[in-house]
């Protein structure tokens, strides 16, 4: 999108001969090994947050800075056939994350703490919260931003269908929300 947006159209592709497809721990691990061949990554938080305190590491645009709108980065995605067969799952599902995303948005520090005490990690709280608070963190199962992406991924030729609207992504209990 970036290079399309400097380019033009044409110009979409033209770093794809320089282009690796790794995860984002993957990437991570190589941009911050000097011996590795990988020089850049385009990140989400917390990865984003943790290359950045590497003094090698900065920053050349973000996604604010290509998107007019911000951009929810965590979408779950299931098929149609399971959304239909298991409705009360699916809400139960949505209802935990709306309440997660609450309680995050509520006391971040609360949540690091949580988040350290059940996952293991070795960060500290600080470094934790510096991820909550990174800018594009936003903790919400309402989706922002998904239909300029979607529409880029039809245009280059990514995804067959391009949708018109942001509600022809999702599901009824979605799209009864206030997103983009």
């Given at each position: 999108?970036?290079?399309?947006?400097?380019?033009?159209?044409?110009?979409r592709?033209?770093?794809?001969?320089?282009?690796?497809?790794?995860?984002?721990?993957?990437?991570?691990?190589?941009?911050?090994?000097p011996?590795?061949?990988?020089?850049?990554?385009?990140?989400?938080?917390?990865?984003?947050?943790?290359?950045?305190?590497?003094?090698?590491?900065?920053?050349?645009?973000?996604?604010?800075?290509?998107?007019?709108?911000?951009?929810?980065?965590?979408?779950?995605?299931?098929?149609?056939?399971?959304?239909?067969?298991?409705?009360?799952?699916?809400?139960?599902?949505?209802?935990?994350?709306?309440?997660?995303?609450?309680?995050?948005?509520?006391?971040?520090?609360?949540?690091?703490?949580?988040?350290?005490?059940?996952?293991?990690?070795?960060?500290?709280?600080?470094?934790?919260?510096?991820?909550?608070?990174?800018?594009?963190?936003?903790?919400?199962?309402?989706?922002?931003?998904?239909?300029?992406?979607?529409?880029?991924?039809?245009?280059?030729?990514?995804?067959?269908?391009?949708p018109?609207?942001?509600?022809?992504?999702?599901?009824?209990?979605?799209?009864?929300?206030?997103?983009?």
């Amino acid at each position: 999108m970036a290079l399309e947006k400097l380019y033009g159209e044409e110009g979409r592709t033209k770093l794809d001969s320089q282009t690796v497809q790794l995860s984002h721990s993957d990437s991570l691990q190589a941009l911050l090994n000097p011996q590795h061949e990988v020089n850049s990554h385009f990140s989400t938080p917390p990865y984003s947050v943790l290359e950045l305190r590497d003094s090698r590491v900065h920053k050349v645009f973000d996604s604010a800075e290509l998107s007019e709108t911000p951009l929810v980065s965590n979408i779950m995605f299931t098929t149609t056939a399971y959304h239909d067969s298991n409705p009360v799952a699916v809400k139960a599902l949505i209802a935990a994350l709306d309440e997660a995303n609450e309680f995050i948005n509520k006391d971040k520090r609360a949540a690091a703490e949580l988040y350290l005490r059940v996952s293991g990690d070795k960060l500290s709280v600080d470094e934790v919260l510096q991820v909550l608070d990174a800018k594009g963190s936003i903790f919400s199962a309402t989706p922002q931003g998904t239909l300029p992406v979607v529409q880029f991924m039809h245009r280059a030729g990514i995804i067959p269908i391009g949708p018109e609207k942001w509600e022809d992504l999702y599901f009824p209990e979605i799209t009864a929300r206030q997103g983009s």
